[in-house]
């Protein structure tokens, strides 16, 4: 998606460990005309499937998921919660994933009454990298019996797998920018061929 790579371009910064930051749109402040747009594409590219509900990651997730689900009927969207609260009650999926900004463990957690066996669901990530967050909440997904219709991603980082290690399961991916590679020496950052959209 041009408009997103342009973005990074200008205003990305490649971090030594891999790490591309972003947040003046995506991670920190929020574009949300930016965002609009990114949920809008998804919506084309999953025109020809069924989604019930979207499941993302906090918390940066929520953003792009929230106006996403604009697109796909207003669907609900569910955040699966990095910590335990008193405010989470009943019974909960939980899963524990590496998380590769933080560098530590941490728990994933999704309350069962918002995940509905036979639902088709759409997973929407800002990141994906190696694909740890990713295969966590698929983990959750098939203890709850729902359907993955496939993953949203804002920037997938081609050269880590993550991507294709989901490609290679079968699952369908749709990046809108996806990174070949990246410099943190000169900040270069290489996209793999995208549409003009
Ligand atoms: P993975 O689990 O696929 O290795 O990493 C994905 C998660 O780590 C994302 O949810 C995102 O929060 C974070 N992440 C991974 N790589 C980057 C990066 O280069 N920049 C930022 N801002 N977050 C990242």
Redesign the pocket.
Known sequence: MKILEDRIRREGTVKHG??????SFL?HQCDVALFDAMGEEWARLFKDVRIDKILT?EA??IGIACCAARYFHNVPVVFAKKAQSINLDGDQYCTS?????KQKEFPVIVAKKFLVPGEHVLII??????????NGLLSICEEAGVVVEGFGIAVE?GF?G?GDALRARGYRVESLANVLSMDPETGQIEFADSDSS
């Open positions: 891999n790490v591309l930051k972003v947040d991670n990651i940066s997730g994933i590496y998380s590769f900004t990530d800002d990141f994906l990298a190696n694909g740890n967050a990713l980082k880590q993550g």
